[in-house]
């Protein structure tokens, strides 16, 4: 086990910022520490570093307690959204940093530390730009220089706090990939705090999804996505449809049609919600007794696929929307006033709240 927390708990003055955290991170990982602004991620990751302490619990890494333990002596390496480089400092310079400045006992001879420079600049991709500063960098070079600089020091960990929060938008999706090449390739343990969905589903191997001080759930992407525990996680987790439903006797009832429940839910008989995807609606031309009727209001082609807004025949009902390929759609375009018949594919079932 690479990072163990147990129990810990963080206030500010009257406001608890952290409500007891129970959290195992394997060597290796990915983890992504995702949530709305607000719910905790930075004064966890803060914790973690040593930069903040702890009111109750404890934080283990490698086996070892460092609850109260100096950030300095915790052998992690950190980045942050705006992490200011020496300005005055090459981009080589800001990289060798953290080794020359080791005890004497443990600093490289420079023939060696250069060597190792130079495998990170190779390893970020700006061997090109040793010499430069930071001020001729762009947003996306200077966090790159910044993760080398927090990588040189190998540490056992690598804590990220929206490291690619100020780049814009096709920047940060190429980092993130890059970043996640860079991790496999050093087998850090990395914990990256992000509040964009997308990012953590694209690079993490688990997210750790985080809500007003408590974990709401950990799983890997697809656990979270396909199996989200409660109607929060599903909608953080990307776009759905929230349907009011009644379960009876495992069969679920919406308007005159009726699906059947999922097998292993734990939900009583009664008013529950069901959660669909846009891409989970299967579309149909004819009724039936396990189809939804319901009424095109708005069709857009947005390029490889509809995305088709429809009101349903169910009392209190939401609009729902949903994405058709062209070939999952019967005979012709979507357009306003359609009748449809819809069923889908994959649902998931919530209390309703
Ligand atoms: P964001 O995505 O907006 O950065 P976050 O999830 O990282 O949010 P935190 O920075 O961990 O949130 O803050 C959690 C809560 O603790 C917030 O309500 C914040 O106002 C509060 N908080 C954080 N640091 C302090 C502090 N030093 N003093 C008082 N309250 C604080």
Known sequence: MSIEIRQLQKHFGAFTALHGIDMAIEDGELIALLGPSGCGKTTLLRLIAGLETPD????????????????????????????????????????????????????????????QVERFLDLVQLGALAQRYPDQLSGGQRQRVALARALIIEPK?????????????????????????????????????????????????????????????????????????????????????????????GQLLLGNARWLAPEGSLLADGAVAVGVRPYDWQCGDQPGPDRLPATVTDARWLGGRYRVELDPDIVGGSPITAEWLPAQLPNHEPVSGDRLHLKPNRLALFAQG
């Open 56 to 115: 109750a619990g404890s934080i283990h890494l490698h086996g070892h307690d460092v609850t109260r333990l100096d950030a300095r002596h915790r052998g992690v390496g950190f980045v942050f959204q705006h992490y200011a480089l020496f300005r005055q400092m090459t981009v080589f310079e800001n990289i060798a940093f953290g080794l020359r400045v080791r005890p004497p006992s443990s600093r490289p001879a420079e023939a060696a530390l250069r060597a």
């Open 157 to 249: 960990v690598l804590l990220l706090d929206e490291p690619f929060g100020a780049l814009d938008a096709q920047v940060r999706r190429r980092l993130r990939r890059w970043l996640r090449h860079l991790h496999d390739e050093l087998h850090v343990t990395t914990v990256l705090v992000t509040h964009d969905q997308d990012e953590a589903l694209d690079v993490a191997d688990r997210i750790v999804l985080i809500h007003q001080g408590q974990i709401e759930q950990v799983g890997s992407p697809q656990q979270l996505q396909d199996h989200p525990k409660n109607l929060f996680v599903s909608r953080f987790l990307g776009e759905i449809n929230h349907l009011p439903a009644r379960l009876c006797d």
